[in-house]
Nanobody
Framework: QVQLVESGGGLVQPGESLRLSCAASGSIFSINIMGWYRQAPGKQRDLVAHITNGGTTNYADSVKGRFTISRDNAKNTVYLQMNSLKPEDTAVYYC?????????WGQGTQVTVSS
């Protein structure tokens, strides 16, 4: 079984930054994709960014140039550096690990951007 534990959410003002972390533990196949999704109230859960174990990244258009995803394969940890945060970035952020035909989710961490 795989467990994902997120941290780093919080309340910030517009224009500020936050860094999210997600540590995976358990039986993790070396070939995998780790990513971040977000869900605002009343909306569907959408991809923010993901990164393969080889370092290939993909971003939602709404966060390109502001967010950076990275990972430490030795620690099975993925990070999301969020800069220039906007009120519309407010959501619960979920970490996801996909390996083969299996997908695992974290419990989510709240990010609120408000003045």
């Amino acid at each position: 079984q795989v467990q994902l534990v997120e941290s780093g959410g919080g309340l910030v003002q517009p224009g500020e930054s936050l860094r999210l972390s997600c540590a995976a533990s358990g039986s993790i196949f070396s070939i995998n994709i780790m990513g971040w999704y977000r869900q605002a109230p009343g909306k569907q859960r959408d991809l923010v960014a993901h990164i393969t174990n080889g370092g290939t990244t993909n971003y939602a258009d709404s966060v390109k140039g502001r967010f950076t995803i990275s990972r430490d394969n030795a620690k099975n940890t993925v990070y999301l550096q969020m800069n220039s945060l906007k009120p519309e970035d407010t959501a619960v952020y979920y970490c996801k690990l996909t390996s083969g035909f299996k997908a695992y989710w974290g419990q989510g961490t709240q990010v609120t951007v408000s003045s």
